[in-house]
């Protein structure tokens, strides 16, 4: 059971460019995230997935798009990227309902920079 | 916006000695849930501790406990006989809506 897994793990980027992170769930759960993380900002959220052929933004959604593929599949993409877009992105789903107190699981992480 | 507030950007420990680390939140909601996660230098999340808010019962996971109060909205965690391994950065969370909202953080050592 793999659990959340993205890739890459790293990648470095040319400002301009752009780039797709991958994320898949074998959990069966019905919500997935795209968060990123700063130093000294906690996670902050960019897209949510609620469900299949769902996506909504979250906090800082500027400068991405995102894909909801399949239940399994929850793409995070960078059509021009930006040196503010340095950062660590995590993707992470979530158990949802009372029994299973509505954990998240995180993937482990793809550390992105942009020169 | 639910927010979580963590007031300590870092806190220090001696082995096997116990540490608190403090978390505020503001929810209107009436039914969420609260988490602390570790992350160490490798960045991994893991999961330390989760509460229910129905709950009145404190959650406890062997060397790890919270002190939850509702009305005061706070959720401490309390670390007992702290370990080199504990050394780590670690995020309250709530879950009030549709996903995790994290405080800054708190970053953990832990001195022999």
């Known amino acids: 059971n793999a659990g959340v897994t993205q890739t890459p793990k790293f990648q470095v980027l040319k400002t301009g460019q752009s780039m797709t992170l991958q994320c898949a769930q074998d959990?069966?759960?019905?919500?997935m995230y795209w968060y990123r993380q700063d130093p000294g900002m906690g996670l902050r959220l960019i897209y949510y997935?609620?469900?299949?052929?769902?996506?909504d933004k979250g906090e800082v959604p500027n400068g991405y798009n995102v894909s909801r593929l399949n239940k399994r599949e929850f793409s995070l993409r960078l059509e021009s990227a930006a040196p503010s877009q340095t950062s660590v992105y995590f993707c992470?789903?979530?158990?949802?309902?009372?029994?299973?107190?509505?954990?998240?699981?995180f993937g482990e992480g793809s550390w992105l920079t942009v020169v | 916006a639910q927010t979580v507030t963590q007031s300590q950007p870092e806190m220090s420990v001696q082995e096997a000695e116990t540490v608190t680390l403090s978390c505020t939140y503001d929810t209107s909601e009436s039914d969420y849930y609260l988490f602390w996660y570790k992350q160490p230098p490798s960045r991994q999340m893991i999961l330390v501790i989760r509460?229910?808010?129905?709950?009145?019962q404190n959650a406890t996971e062997n060397r790890f406990s919270v002190n939850f109060q509702k009305a005061a909205k706070s959720f401490s965690l309390k670390i007992s006989d702290s370990q080199l391994g504990d050394a780590a950065m670690y995020f309250c969370?709530?879950?009030?809506?549709?996903?995790?909202?994290f405080g800054k953080g708190t970053s953990l050592l832990v001195t022999p």
């Open positions: 997935s609620a469900s299949e052929g769902t996506t």
């Open positions: 959990m069966n759960h019905n919500s």
């Open positions: 992470a789903s979530i158990l949802q309902g009372e029994s299973a107190g509505n954990t998240t699981y």
């Open positions: 969370a709530s879950i009030p809506g549709y996903a995790l909202n």
């Open positions: 509460q229910e808010a129905y709950k009145q």
